[in-house]
């Protein structure tokens, strides 16, 4: 930001100190304005746009005036960062004015290249918040669950009462549906909140170091030479959470150890006799099946029961169809944003294919997927999407498929290629829609009566295509 964007209000009830401030602001081409008390600091607050405040604290014999000052400004603007001035300083003055707030304390007189170096400070410490409540925002959006669907609003509605307490939670659910996207919720739902959300990715740790990067080990001078942390993920989520993504990926072993280390809230780092002690809230996640995977020995009983004090089992999208338009809407207005691409815009057609498909990837294809029409075609404006246009694993056809039954009806009479093309036409669109003869017929502009004289004509049993 220029710095003559950048308006700093002084409040003194010295004219004299308050225009010799806002000399020293100029100077170096702030944007500086006067106020000599507090309602008329007040005043100014509201109206204009303030981005520091400089302020006495002892004013017009109110020994409170500035503090007072300082509690409006973070009720009315927190990001307005505040530097308390006296002339009357002391260590406990400082220590109030910063527990209330403040962002440093200044005692008079001062040099100005002091107050110039907190004034930077101070809106550099500005910048920065307002850097990480925009990450924190976009952050908020990306982790956001939707769903209107019956099944999701009851997922949602025990999340919420699960998120509140420290309990252990297990979730299952396929590949791509969202697992690790919930237990970020439940996190960010909690009190543990402002402490870490750390990722144990099971499936990726090696064998042979994976107790090392759980528990850590113990330091040596070679791992300070080369200034490698020794500290393992336990440590590094203490007072946050831990996330287990496929537990049952970990070997046997460590899982005996995991269920030391979460039944003692403590654990041994490799090759130490020190104990550490955390307090960190386990969520795990799998996509197996559990029980099999308890008797066949790949997850330890006495871990598992640790584990699922709170199951939540993630369904499929395929049992989500309500869901996919908000999601789709969801993934356009983000993913847009960061390409810096338009948004693009689905016909009622492409949707309704959209809506029907299986997605064996799950949320996670359905992502990719608007990822990859945003990158083919987010630098057209006004774009809409036509089923031609979505890729093949949608269409559940490629061009070889295509060219192989276009020549096979070549050896056909035109009254015989048209009557293959409808049977195999409106298989498809039975298959798509499941069986629902109410939605087939309004998709492909049929009457329902017609549409059942066509399907017995053609010999299509609809029991087939539930």
Known sequence: MLRNKISILVVDDEFDICSMVADILKDEDYNAIIATNYNMAIDIIKKE????????IWMNNNTNAGLDLLSFSQSYDPLIPVIMMSGHGNIETAMKAAKNGAY???????????????????????????????????????????????????????????????????????????????AKWIHKKSKRKTYPFIVASCATLSPERVEQVLFGWNETNEDEKNNQSSVGLFEQANHGTLFFDEICDLPNQTQGKIVQAIQDQSFYKIGSNKKIYVDVRIISASNKNLSLSVREGRLREDLFYRLSVAPIEVPPLIKRGEDIKDLIIHFLNYLSKDFGSNIIKFSNETLVILENYEWPGNVRQLKNIIEWLIIMYGNQKNFIVLPSHL??????????DNNKVFSNHLSLSLKDARKVFEADYLKEQLKRFKGNIAKTSSFIGMDRSALHRKLKELEINISKHN
Do not use: C, M, W
């Open 104 to 182: 440093d304390f200044i005692e008079k007189p001062f040099k100005s290249e002091r107050l110039l170096l907190l004034v930077e400070k101070a809106l550099q410490d500005r910048s920065l918040k307002i850097k990480v409540l925009d990450f924190e925002a976009k952050e908020n959006k990306r982790t956001e669950l939707i769903g209107k669907s019956a099944i999701f609003k009851n997922i949602k509605q025990n999340l919420d009462k699960i998120a509140l307490t420290n309990s252990r939670v297990l979730i299952t659910g396929p590949s791509g549906s969202g697992k690790e996207l919930i």
């Open 49 to 56: 746009n303030i981005t520091l405040l400089i302020t006495d």
């Open 391 to 400: 890729p093949p694993e949608i269409l559940g056809y490629n061009n070889d």
